[in-house]
């Protein structure tokens, strides 16, 4: 496979569980701060049920994920791979093996995990709106992540695209005010 940046050992060793899985993720001269959560966020999960997987990055995953993000996990079977590019859609295969964090919690444990999710959640919101819409962040960040590894003049162009295709699936966050965003920010951390 080209475009291999690094490939970490296997995680978590104390299941059989997804023993082949791997799981993708932006190199990070590509990744931004929304990305990076969203890894993160996939690998304490996986590393919380023992989930065992290799950890690859690549600087074209968002281009290999079947939802144009990053991070996605590819699943040996006997058939085929299964491939699943979302945290709730992770979450939901790893829960239906029998291996997520739900079948050994109590009830009162569930609901402290679901409303920290929620405030993660919330968290990226925020992010999404500095990493996308908020021009100054964009044209000193976001832009240069994201055609990084691109020539002029695909380097802006592609990344203009994706940020008016961003702007145009979440125009609600669009019509944000900047205030509003810091006040999300402001009650999830506090």
């Known amino acids: ?76 079977t006997d058939h085929s791979n299964i491939l699943l590019s979302s945290f709730e859609a992770i979450v939901g295969y790893v829960e239906a093996q029998g291996a997520g964090l739900a079948s050994s919690l109590e009830s009162s444990d569930r609901a402290r995990v679901t409303t920290m999710a929620s405030l993660i959640n919330n968290l990226v919101v925020a992010e999404q709106y500095y990493t996308w819409i908020h021009y100054e962040t964009y044209k000193k960040g976001t832009l240069s992540s994201v055609g990084y590894d691109k020539v002029w003049p695909l380097s802006f162009i592609i990344p203009t695209l994706d940020r008016m295709g961003f702007i145009w699936n979440n125009f609600s966050l669009y019509r944000m005010k900047e205030s509003e965003v810091s006040n999300i920010s402001t009650h999830s951390a506090g």
């Open 1 to 76: 496979m080209d475009g291999l940046v690094t490939c970490h050992d296997y995680f978590t060793t104390a299941s059989g569980i997804g023993e082949d899985a791997v799981l993708y993720k932006l190199s990070e001269e590509r990744s931004t701060v929304v990305d990076n959560a969203r890894c993160l966020a996939v690998q304490c999960y996986l590393n919380m049920c023992q989930f065992r997987y290799k950890l690859m990055e690549y600087g074209n995953v968002d281009h290999m994920s079947q939802s144009r993000m990053s991070p996605f996990i590819a699943i040996p």
